[in-house]
């Protein structure tokens, strides 16, 4: 009976993945490059131009949804992850990245592959997931602001050191 009960939470994880919006528009714009399929130019440029827009609208909606006094519930385990994605996760990657002769925009990117906030995405998958989105949201905003210093830092002490030459 518990072996049934298990199948069926995978099966209800694994279809709710497939009926994520995210996977099928993924998963369709995929499937239309590797066709060379093209949308009709009124279409295309009607979905570029709500892409440009898509991040600020969600970081409009997650102002609006986002509890700030439910920050300090959360604040140790952002705490924690703020510190890996910002802090730890760059001192182990960019040496590596150096150590492979990378510089200039090459080391750039991948400066900004490690380092950059966490995604606005996130937050919307999380809540159609059922996970925490007050803490995926809380992410989202402070990785933002603080990623405004860590870039900063890193990209001054990479220059600093001649690294950078941009």
């Known amino acids: 009976q518990k072996a049934l009960l298990y199948i069926f939470q995978y099966l ?11 996977i099928i528009s993924s998963v369709l714009g995929i499937i239309f490059s590797l066709l060379g399929i093209r949308l009709p130019t009124a279409v295309d440029t009607t979905v570029q131009d709500l892409a440009k827009l898509s991040t600020p609208i969600a970081f409009m909606i997650l102002g609006g949804d986002l509890d700030f006094s439910k920050v ?7 705490s924690v992850v703020l510190t890996i ?5 760059p001192l182990i990657m960019i040496p590596m990245i150096v150590m492979m002769g990378y510089r ?5 990117s991948g400066l900004l592959a490690y380092q950059t906030p966490v995604a606005v995405s996130s937050y919307i998958m999380a ?8 803490l995926a949201g809380q992410l989202v905003v402070f990785s933002s602001v603080l990623s ?3 870039l900063f830092v890193t990209i001054l ?5 001649g690294l950078l030459g941009i």
């Open 12 to 22: 209800k994880i694994i279809l709710d993945i497939v009926k994520n919006p995210l």
């Open 72 to 78: 300090r519930g959360n604040l140790k385990v952002a």
């Open 85 to 89: 994605k910002l802090v730890i996760l």
């Open 104 to 108: 200039d925009a090459d080391l750039l």
């Open 127 to 134: 809540q159609q997931a059922g996970a925490d989105g007050q």
């Open 148 to 150: 405004i210093f860590t």
């Open 157 to 161: 002490i990479l220059r600093t050191i």
